[in-house]
């Protein structure tokens, strides 16, 4: 079974400290995002990566950036936490599909809870 | 804007009986529709895939339906039990794009 696992369930911070979500999957999987997830909003896509030391934004990328050094390892970081930043975290993986679409199943990680206060 | 849009937004049932969930999406050129569940608190796990050529798949108990030309899709659950109270979220793919509806969540009762 695919394994995605996150470094925190809940995590509480102050605002203006630096906030490190880590993120590891076990499938050798080229692919690796990072969401967040409010009420009544859906899943919002902030970054992901195609490959180690690749990045690409998502949709709501400012006030985060990530960093993916090995392939299994991708990372979310929150240079100045702020209030608004408060939401649940969500990481997937997946590979890529042979047929060529880069994305076909996603395989989430628990979440981790963030509150910064 | 490519949008997914789910209904209903909240839905309470009785253990044993069926529901159908509903997903409407304009998101073009379209890819792939899943159906994820997710347990409150936790990820979600994928239920069913489809790409516009298939119009129904089966999970044990989830049945999904797609109808590309109307751009709709459909989540049934046969004989609910209290384990499938959860949020059950729609979300469709262009090719490297996934626009995720905000779900419905199910309570399953005794």
């Known amino acids: 079974d695919v394994k995605v696992t996150q470094s925190s369930r809940y995590l509480v911070k102050r605002t203006g400290e630096k906030v490190f979500l880590e993120c590891v999957q076990d499938?050798?999987?080229?692919?690796m995002f990072w969401y967040r997830q409010d009420p009544g909003l859906g899943l919002r896509l902030i970054y992901f990566?195609?490959?180690?030391?690749?990045?690409e934004k998502g949709d709501i990328p400012e006030g985060y950036s990530v960093s993916r050094e090995k392939k299994e390892r991708f990372s979310l970081i929150l240079e100045s936490a702020s209030t608004n930043q408060t939401s649940m975290y969500l990481c997937?993986?997946?590979?890529?599909?042979?047929?060529?679409?880069?994305?076909?199943?996603?395989?989430f990680g628990p979440g981790t809870r963030l509150t910064v206060t | 804007k490519n949008q997914v849009e789910q209904s209903p937004q909240s839905l309470i049932i009785l253990e044993g009986k069926n529901c159908t969930l509903q997903c409407n999406y304009t998101v073009s050129p379209f890819s792939n529709l899943r159906w994820y569940k997710q347990d409150t608190g936790r990820g979600p796990v994928s239920l069913t895939i489809?790409?516009?050529?298939?119009n129904t798949k089966s999970n044990g108990r989830y049945t999904a339906t797609l109808d590309a030309d109307t751009k709709q899709s459909s989540l049934h659950i046969t004989a609910s039990q209290l384990s499938d109270s959860a949020s059950y979220i729609c979300v469709v793919s262009e090719a490297s794009k996934l626009t995720f509806g905000t779900g419905t969540r199910l309570q399953v009762t005794l």
């Open positions: 990566s195609y490959d180690v030391k690749m990045k």
């Open positions: 997937a993986s997946s590979s890529r599909n042979p047929t060529g679409a880069i994305i076909y199943e996603q395989y």
């Open positions: 489809m790409t516009f050529s298939e």
């Open positions: 499938m050798d999987h080229e692919n």
